[in-house]
């Protein structure tokens, strides 16, 4: 039986800022619904099934793809790499929601090979200015 967090064999995956004071990450399935007042929730459930309140605009699903040291890359994380050129780039971890723009950061880790995630957008977003 395949597993419901995986897609033609790419697991589906999420992490979110925990609404808590140390804004930890917590990764694993992505819920959202309405409270009784209304108000919209944003839940990770981790894989123990225990689940968190987190800041909805911080959500970013796993690219499926690795940078260099094995480390999963998430939407919004910080890339640097070394081109053909020899000239070392950074950039931003594409959204997914548009299956283009997922390619393009696919296409920016083939061609730089030696990429490494440094950071996201939302802890280091300083990376994205040197």
């Not at 004071?21 to 399935?29: F, N, P």
């Not at 959202?32 to 108000?39: E, I, V």
């Not at 689940?51 to 998430?74: F, P």
Request: charged share 25%; glycine share 10%; proline share 1%.
């Amino acid at each position: 039986m395949e597993n419901a967090n995986s897609a033609a064999g790419r697991v589906i995956k999420f992490r979110a800022r925990a609404l808590t004071l140390d804004k930890r990450w917590v990764y694993g399935s992505y819920v959202t619904f309405l409270n009784s007042r209304g108000g919209r929730v944003h839940q990770i459930v981790n894989y123990e099934g225990v689940a968190c309140d987190v800041d909805g605009n911080t959500l970013c699903q796993l690219t499926g793809l690795h940078d260099k040291n094995g480390k999963e890359i998430y939407e919004r994380d910080i890339l640097r790499g070394t081109g053909i050129d020899g000239r070392v780039r950074i950039w931003e971890a594409v959204s997914l929601q548009y299956f283009h723009h997922w390619q393009e950061t696919a296409d920016l880790i083939e061609a730089h090979g030696d990429v490494e995630v440094i950071g996201d957008v939302y802890t280091t977003p300083e990376l994205l200015t040197q």
